[in-house]
């Protein structure tokens, strides 16, 4: 599976953001995927995850009511619906597929795309 993220930008605090993360290859509907972000200088943290079926979703406790994951199987597709962005939210954010149960770490995911930079300015 190859993913590649996209949709990140420049936004006040406030906005709102789509990010997609768009999957080639088989067999995406066998993967969960994960949005993790990277902020400079600091580790690469969880911000949400969505099963295989889109059954299950899971957030990270800083995004939980803000953000909102979904996936379209049919396209090879996930989204990450950012709301009420922050200034703390500034990273690079990265799109992942896992096949396991656990989904929270990085060292969960098997596949990773190329991130792409969100900014919010205040």
């Known amino acids: 599976v190859q993913l590649q993220a996209s949709g990140g930008g420049l936004a006040q605090a406030g906005g709102s953001l789509r990010l997609s993360c768009t999957a080639s290859?088989?067999?995406?509907?066998?993967?969960?995927v994960g949005w993790f972000r990277q902020a400079p200088g600091k580790e690469r943290e969880f911000v949400s995850a969505?099963?295989?079926?889109?059954?299950?979703?899971y957030y990270a406790e800083s995004v939980k009511g803000r953000f909102i994951i979904s996936r379209d199987n049919a396209k090879n597709m996930a989204y990450l619906q950012m709301n009420k962005l922050k200034p703390e939210d500034t990273a690079v954010y990265y799109c992942?597929?896992?096949?396991?149960?656990?989904?929270?770490?990085?060292?969960?995911?098997?596949?990773w795309g190329q991130g792409t930079l969100v900014t919010v300015s205040s």
């Open positions: 992942a597929a896992s096949k396991g149960l656990a989904m929270r770490a990085p060292r969960d995911y098997d596949y």
């Open positions: 290859g088989r067999d995406f509907d066998d993967y969960g």
């Open positions: 969505v099963t295989w079926s889109g059954g299950s979703t």
